[in-house]
């Protein structure tokens, strides 16, 4: 065990030591002072060396050589950092300035290049009002021919040579900053931007595309016109009009991009890995608007800082807070109400942002839904609280700590009964669901200098996912009397921490490095169970503890960011994972590459390579009673998953209002994870046989599972007009994404559940007034492919018995749906503003999802089906008032 943690125990202490000695040279350089100008006034600037020396006990080494220490300077009363004070003193002089422990300064020549001298402009790019640093804005110099994007701390850094330079901000939804300096030295400079009110539909930057996160960034919640089924802004919604994207069809939960499963999307809140993201049948995702600074989508070209997913990336970040003054908004609706408040706690210094929402449709869904299902009775209930609070020890250090507690609760039951003369058959069912996340997040983020910028981050999840449904058949054929019952169990408890550290490196004005470590560790309870009696008391004492494993994975990164020419450059980076359960250990190296070329002005082509593997897999029971989700780990006898992708993307920016994207991609998938074809539960039942099916004990999933592979591929389109007034979008793509098993239909390729040859996404948003604004939104999609059963026989035991035939043999009906919405707000009281909202989900609409009931009359043997639709056009309103 030792020789094993050895070597990442040598590189922690390593990188802690080094950072700890960066960390206490530079910290002392940004201690804050205040300054008296009738202290010294008009005096040399060896007066002030001699005065910063006396008040922070000090001595400052410098060269008259370097510096002209007889020259008389000026500067302005105020409270600075002891680098400020330096600089501000020394601003005719080429010089930089270091610390050396335990109390110098040292005054440094700035060094000339052989051609021309070089200077460093920094600093961070944040929100006019409120201070909120901005996370991947594009700051541009000199008409796109130097970039770099501000990093996860909004620090951004420029190697630039001296004289006159034009620096361009960009950031969606903001308004494009423009500043001119003069650059005569090394300098801080932080650039604030103005959100811009008129905001127009899901935009999608060209250069964002391009330059941020390896060439595939899409920003998920800058929006109002995608809504969720009950009319709130969502960002899982808004990144469905993305080609490649898509839900698992109407009513349904999680994201489906480029042929992956819901469970290979690495979904983040903070930096900690979720399991579950999205509501019951798709209602809303847990990530609430107001509190969200950051949602990305990444499927193309992984960076290698991310790792332990087949197919996309959702990256959300939260707000900070406003550090001037305090926002509060109310949101009351149909679906429920919604509180958010942010603000200083202390002012430009600490500040908190904190969101919370209950829903109360269990009050009214039951007969909203009635005539629509088969269900008598149905109770439907979710709740979210969000928080995050940051102190600022200075501009360049800051700590935040982050939380989330929320989940569903859902319920159905039915009854039936038939009499007739003779004969009487009862049954009923009673489903219930419910999941729940608590989250804690701590990140920590430092800039010592204009070089290194470091983040650290350590999370804990609770991930409780629980169903049960309950089955009773009574039978009575004259005076003989039968009564049979079913309890199916599925329990899955999840509890993951992690501890990240990272490091961004300015090497030069061509090449940016970032490097670091994650260690996760993981408790998996995965059971499913099976008993034909209604057992009694609650899942948590009836199903035992047995089922737990133990697992942890740990994660080291490297990637550049590589500027060849101003037409080229390239993302490459190596992502290495070792994870190790049931004393097991598998070990992967994940080679990420991505090429950037500009051929023209306005076109940009990008083509990527990247390798991905998968340590946990999520197992989907479609059959009887609601679905049963368990996460399972690799172990021994389950492989990890991997994959392959390769892509190629070009884009051409028509003008400021149009943009055009064609891609494609391919991808081979390893090591897949399905549930064998289950036995029909109900066939002793309806055949009044003795036979009884097979019972899963705790432990049993890993032998009722296969390992398989798969493949994806597909062409993907988007256009889009955007600006104030009018904007439009059309996505659209053709897919094929299939599957292979050797132990299912003997090996022979069938088509993935959520396979989907063709996906339309098409709106259009109108800005009607500076307070009117109505959306549009269509989607169509191939029908999901389902298995139907084609024959029936008799086995050696005498049963009949229904064969299923070869897996996802048949298609549900195309589905398309059209949906409206329109946004109204006023100004409140001074600086406030109340808005309504109202939404029609399923204006128009052909489902695709709907239950298939199949099923045998008991007397005359007749084969019945029944499908019944769900979802009917959904009204919802919201009413929000700002202040």
């Known amino acids: 065990m030792l020789k094993t943690y050895l070597p990442i125990i040598l590189i922690l202490i390593s990188w802690f030591i080094g950072l700890g000695e960066i960390y206490g040279q530079q910290i002392f350089l940004f201690e804050k002072l205040r300054f008296n100008n009738e202290e010294i006034k008009g005096k040399k600037i060896e007066d002030h060396i001699a005065w910063l020396e006396s008040k922070k006990n000090v001595t400052v080494s410098y060269s008259s050589l ?35 422990a335990p109390s110098k300064i040292l005054i440094i020549p700035a060094v000339k290049t052989e051609k021309e001298k070089l200077f460093i402009i920094s600093g961070y790019v944040k929100d006019k009002i409120s201070h909120e640093v901005l996370i ?8 796109q021919q130097q970039y770099t994007i501000s990093n996860v701390s909004g620090y951004y850094s420029l190697v630039l040579p001296k004289g006159q330079h034009e620096i361009i901000v960009n950031y969606l939804g903001y308004r494009i900053l423009q500043e001119n300096v003069e650059i005569e030295k090394n300098m801080s400079m932080s650039l604030f931007m103005e959100f811009q009110n008129e905001l127009p539909s899901l935009t999608i930057s060209q250069e964002r595309i391009n330059y941020w996160n390896l060439g595939d960034n899409i920003d998920a919640f800058k929006t109002k016109e995608f809504k969720s089924l009950l009319g709130e802004s969502d960002p899982l919604n808004n990144v469905k009009v993305i080609p490649g994207v898509q839900s698992g069809g109407e009513g349904q939960s999680g994201l489906f991009v480029r042929g992956g499963g819901a469970d290979q999307n690495l979904v983040l809140l903070e930096g900690v890995p979720l399991y579950e993201y999205s509501h019951t049948v798709g209602i809303a995702s847990l990530f609430m608007e107001e509190s969200v600074k950051e949602a ?15 197919s996309a990336v959702m990256d959300v970040n939260l707000k900070e807070g406003n550090t001037k003054e305090h926002e509060r908004l109310i949101s009351i609706g149909i679906p429920g109400i919604k509180f958010h408040a942010n603000g200083p706690i202390f002012k430009n210094k600490t500040t908190y942002n904190f969101s919370m929402r209950t829903s109360w449709i269990n009050y009214y869904i039951n007969k909203f839904l009635l005539k629509f299902t088969n269900y008598d009775i149905i109770k439907l209930s979710y709740m979210d609280i969000v928080g995050k609070i940051t102190h600022r020890f200075a501009e360049n250090h800051k700590i935040s700590f982050s939380f989330y507690s929320g989940g569903d609760r859902l319920s159905l039951q039915k009854s039936l009964l038939i009499d007739s003369v003779g004969y009487s058959f009862a049954s ?20 010592p200098n204009n070089k290194w910028s470091f983040q650290a981050q350590a999370g804990i999840l609770s991930y409780k996912h629980r169903a049960r449904s309950s089955y009773t058949f009574e039978t009575s054929v004259f005076e003989e009397s039968r009564l049979d019952e079913l309890d199916i169990f599925s329990y899955s408890d999840i509890l993951t921490t992690n501890l990240k550290f990272s490091a961004d490196y300015y090497l030069n004005e061509k090449n940016t490095i970032k490097m670091g470590f994650e260690h996760l560790y993981h408790n ?27 697992a942890s994975e740990t994660n080291f990164f490297i990637e550049d960011h590589l500027k060849i020419h101003k037409k080229f450059s390239i993302y490459a980076g190596i992502h290495l994972n070792t994870f190790r359960s049931s004393d097991t250990s598998y070990f992967s190296w994940q ?15 990008n083509a990527a390579v990247t390798r991905m593997r998968q340590n946990i897999h999520l197992l989907v029971n479609l059959g009887l009673g609601l679905p049963s989700d368990l996460w399972v780990p690799t172990t021994n006898k389950i492989q990890p998953a991997n994959s392959w992708q390769y892509s190629i993307t070009h884009s051409y920016k028509f003008d400021n209002d149009h943009f055009l994207q064609l891609g494609a991609y391919y991808k081979r998938m390893s090591g897949l994870l399905e549930f064998l074809t289950p036995v029909d539960l109900f066939y002793f039942f309806i055949n009044e046989t003795e036979v009884v099916p097979v019972f899963n004990t705790s432990k049993d999933w890993e032998r009722n599972v296969l390992n398989g592979q798969g493949t994806a ?12 007034l009018i904007n439009g979008w059309f996505s659209g793509s053709w897919s094929k994404s299939d599957r292979t098993f050797s132990g299912i239909d003997n090996g022979k390729t069938f088509p993935f559940r959520y396979d989907r040859t063709w996906d339309v996404n098409a709106g259009i948003s109108l800005q009607l007034n500076k307070d009117l604004s109505v ?4 989607v169509y999609g191939t029908g999901n492919a389902f298995s139907l059963a084609t024959e029936e026989y008799v086995n050696v035991l005498g049963t009949t018995v229904i064969h299923p035939g070869t897996r996802n043999n048949r298609r549900l009906p195309a589905f398309h749906q059209l949906s409206f919405n329109l946004n109204y707000s006023k100004p409140f009281l001074k600086d406030g503003k109340w808005t309504l909202h109202l939404n029609l989900y399923n204006v128009y609409n052909r489902l695709n999802a709907y239950f298939i009931y199949i099923y045998k009359n008991p007397l005359t043997k007749e084969s019945l089906a029944k499908k019944v639709s769900i979802l009917p056009i959904t009204p919802s309103i919201y009413f929000s008032v700002t202040f």
């Open 428 to 447: 009923s069912d009673y489903n219930r669901l419910s999941w729940s996340n608590t989250l804690g997040s701590i990140q920590w983020y430092f800039t």
């Open 713 to 724: 591929k597909g062409i993907e389109l988007l256009f889009q007009r955007k600006n104030k």
């Open 591 to 605: 080679p990420r590459l991505s090429m950037i070329w500009k051929p023209f002005k306005n076109h940009i082509t």
């Open 136 to 143: 991947g804005a594009i700051v541009q110099v000199n008409n």
């Open 775 to 778: 959306a549009s939104n269509f």
């Open 524 to 550: 998996f309870n995965p059971v499913v169970k099976q008993s034909t009696i209604i057992l009694e008391g609650e899942e948590e004492n009836i199903l035992d503890k047995d089922s737990l494993i133990v």
């Open 296 to 310: 990305s989508l990444i499927k193309n070209g992984f960076p290698a800082r991310y790792g332990g997913r087949l």
């Open 66 to 100: 370097a510096i002209d220490p007889t020259k008389v300077v000026n500067i302005k009363d105020g409270i600075y950092s002891i680098e400020d004070f330096l600089y501000k003193i020394l601003d005719d002089f080429e010089v930089t300035i270091e610390f050396r």
